[in-house]
C-alpha cells in the first residue's frame, strides 16, 4: 500500500515538473500527441519549428532565408558585434558562456555592438533555439528559449557563422541511417541532405552541430542511428576539433589567434 502511494506520489509530481517546465508550451499542446511533446521538451533546437507562429521560416533551429543563395555566406569579420535584448537577461550568463565556448581555441571573438555597428547579431527570446545560417548583413537573430544550454546556444552561434548541421552532410549515408518513420510528420526537411562545404573533413559523429539520436522522433525511438558505436553523438558541451578546424577554414584564420588575412 505504502509503496502504490510512494508511486503515485512520484508520478503526480512528475507529471507536476512536465508542466512546469513545459509551461509556455501548453497552449501549444493541442497541435501535438502528448508523447511528441514530452519528446521535443529535451531538444530545445526542435522547438521553433514545432512551435512557432511562421513555421515557413523555420527548418528546425535554422531561420530559413528567402535567399537560399546567402546559406553559408561566412561574416566579412572575426570580431563579431552582438546585442542581447534586455528582456533576455535571465540567459546572459548563458550567452556569454557560449560565445567563449566558440571562441576558446578559435579565432573568433565578439564584442558588444557599438550604435555606429549595423551588422550585428541580436540574442533574443524565442520558443526555442534558432538561428540564420550564416551573414546576411544588418541586424540578425539568434532565439534563445530558457530551455536552451550554453552548449545548445554555442550550436546556434556556429549556424550564425555559416555552418550546416552535420548530419545533412552529402556524405552522411555512408555514417548514418535516418529512420524516416520515427520522424514527426512534416518534419522530414531537417533530414534532409545539403551541399554545404565540408572542407574534406571527415564526417564527425561528435560535432555540436550533430543531432542526437531522438530530434524531432514522434515517439522516442531513433531518427538517426549511427554506423558505429557513438556515445556521444548530439553532444552539446564542447565544439570538437572538427568544428574547430571548420571554423579556422572558413574565415581563413588560425587555429588560437586571428592571423592576418
Ligand atoms: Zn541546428
Same mark, same amino acid.
Given at each position: 500500500? &505504502?509503496?502504490?502511494? &510512494?508511486?503515485?506520489?512520484?508520478?503526480?509530481?512528475?507529471?507536476?515538473?512536465?508542466? *512546469?517546465?513545459?509551461?509556455?508550451?501548453?497552449?501549444?499542446?493541442? &497541435?501535438?500527441?502528448?508523447?511528441?511533446?514530452?519528446?521535443?521538451?529535451?531538444?530545445?533546437?526542435?522547438?521553433?519549428? &514545432?512551435?512557432?507562429?511562421?513555421?515557413?521560416?523555420?527548418?528546425?533551429?535554422?531561420?530559413?532565408?528567402?535567399?537560399?543563395?546567402?546559406?553559408?555566406? !561566412?561574416?566579412?569579420?572575426?570580431?563579431?558585434?552582438?546585442? %542581447?535584448?534586455?528582456?533576455?537577461?535571465?540567459?546572459?550568463?548563458?550567452?556569454?558562456?557560449?560565445?567563449?565556448?566558440?571562441?576558446?581555441?578559435?579565432?573568433?571573438?565578439?564584442?558588444?555592438?557599438?550604435?555606429?555597428?549595423?551588422?550585428?547579431?541580436?540574442?533574443?527570446?524565442?520558443?526555442?533555439?534558432?538561428?540564420?545560417?550564416?551573414?546576411?548583413?544588418?541586424?540578425?537573430? *539568434?532565439?534563445?528559449?530558457?530551455?536552451?544550454? *550554453?552548449?545548445?546556444?554555442?550550436?546556434?552561434?556556429?549556424?550564425?557563422?555559416?555552418?550546416?548541421?552535420?548530419?545533412?552532410?552529402?556524405?552522411?549515408?555512408? =555514417?548514418?541511417? %535516418?529512420?524516416?518513420?520515427?520522424?514527426?510528420?512534416?518534419?522530414?526537411?531537417?533530414?534532409?541532405?545539403?551541399?554545404?562545404?565540408?572542407?574534406?573533413?571527415?564526417?564527425?559523429?561528435?560535432?555540436?552541430?550533430?543531432?542526437?539520436?531522438? =530530434?524531432?522522433? !514522434?515517439?522516442?525511438?531513433?531518427? %538517426? %542511428?549511427?554506423?558505429?558505436?557513438?556515445?556521444?553523438?548530439?553532444?552539446?558541451?564542447?565544439?570538437?576539433?572538427?568544428?574547430?578546424?571548420?571554423?579556422?577554414?572558413?574565415?581563413?584564420?588560425?587555429?588560437?589567434?586571428?592571423?592576418?588575412?
Amino acid at each position: 500500500m &505504502l509503496l502504490q502511494l &510512494l508511486v503515485a506520489l512520484t508520478f503526480a509530481a512528475y507529471v507536476k515538473n512536465e508542466t *512546469v517546465n513545459s509551461s509556455y508550451l501548453g497552449e501549444l499542446v493541442p &497541435l501535438f500527441d502528448i508523447n511528441v511533446v514530452q519528446h521535443v521538451t529535451h531538444n530545445p533546437e526542435t522547438l521553433e519549428e &514545432l512551435f512557432s507562429d511562421d513555421v515557413a521560416v523555420v527548418e528546425g533551429d535554422m531561420l530559413v532565408s528567402k535567399n537560399r543563395n546567402a546559406v553559408g555566406k !561566412s561574416w566579412p569579420t572575426t570580431d563579431l558585434p552582438y546585442d %542581447i535584448r534586455p528582456d533576455i537577461n535571465d540567459k546572459k550568463e548563458d550567452i556569454m558562456a557560449a560565445m567563449a565556448m566558440v571562441s576558446e581555441h578559435t579565432c573568433i571573438t565578439f564584442h558588444r555592438r557599438n550604435s555606429t555597428e549595423l551588422d550585428y547579431v541580436l540574442f533574443r527570446p524565442g520558443k526555442g533555439c534558432a538561428s540564420n545560417v550564416g551573414f546576411f548583413g544588418g541586424r540578425q537573430f *539568434v532565439y534563445v528559449a530558457p530551455s536552451c544550454s *550554453v552548449g545548445n546556444i554555442a550550436h546556434e552561434i556556429l549556424h550564425t557563422l555559416g555552418f550546416e548541421h552535420e548530419h545533412t552532410r552529402l556524405d552522411r549515408d555512408g =555514417f548514418i541511417e %535516418i529512420i524516416k518513420s520515427n520522424i514527426i510528420k512534416g518534419m522530414e526537411e531537417n533530414f534532409k541532405k545539403l551541399a554545404g562545404k565540408t572542407f574534406d573533413i571527415p564526417y564527425d559523429y561528435s560535432s555540436i552541430l550533430h543531432y542526437g539520436r531522438t =530530434f524531432f522522433s !514522434s515517439n522516442g525511438k531513433p531518427t %538517426i %542511428i549511427p554506423k558505429k558505436d557513438i556515445k556521444d553523438m548530439g553532444q552539446r558541451s564542447r565544439l570538437t576539433e572538427t568544428d574547430r578546424k571548420k571554423i579556422t577554414l572558413l574565415y581563413n584564420c588560425g587555429t588560437y589567434r586571428c592571423g592576418p588575412a
